[in-house]
Nanobody, 122 residues
Framework: QVQLVESGGGLVQPGGSLRLSCAASGSIFSINAMGWYRQAPGKKRELVAVIISGSGGSTNYADSVKGRFTISRDNAKNTVYLQMNSLKPEDTAVYYC??????????????WGQGTQVTVSS
């Protein structure tokens, strides 16, 4: 079994910063990609950022967060981070960690964390 455990959410004022963390543990052969999605009330879940293993760790961001959010990864710890700066009220959502993980050489699955609430409000 594989688990993704998120931390770092909370309440922050507009313009503030938060750092989310997500650690993967369990029967991990390798991790192909890790990323973050978010879902605001009444809206669909949307991609925030993703980081791909290898090739120097290429990244991709939603247009709405480019220049404000930074995704990074510690391969030794199987952990992905999301540094969120210049937060806006519209960033308020539940943030979910996700990862494409091989549990064996031939088996790859998508895993999700339980979600962490980020609220940006004065």
């Amino acid at each position: 079994q594989v688990q993704l455990v998120e931390s770092g959410g909370g309440l922050v004022q507009p313009g503030g910063s938060l750092r989310l963390s997500c650690a993967a543990s369990g029967s991990i052969f390798s991790i192909n990609a890790m990323g973050w999605y978010r879902q605001a009330p009444g809206k669909k879940r949307e991609l925030v950022a993703v980081i791909i293993s290898g090739s120097g760790g290429s990244t991709n961001y939603a247009d709405s967060v480019k220049g404000r959010f930074t995704i990074s990864r510690d391969n030794a710890k199987n952990t992905v981070y999301l540094q969120m700066n210049s937060l806006k009220p519209e960033d308020t959502a539940v943030y979910y960690c996700t990862a494409k993980i091989k549990t064996t050489m031939r088996s790859m699955y998508d895993y999700w964390g339980q979600g962490t609430q980020v609220t940006v409000s004065s």
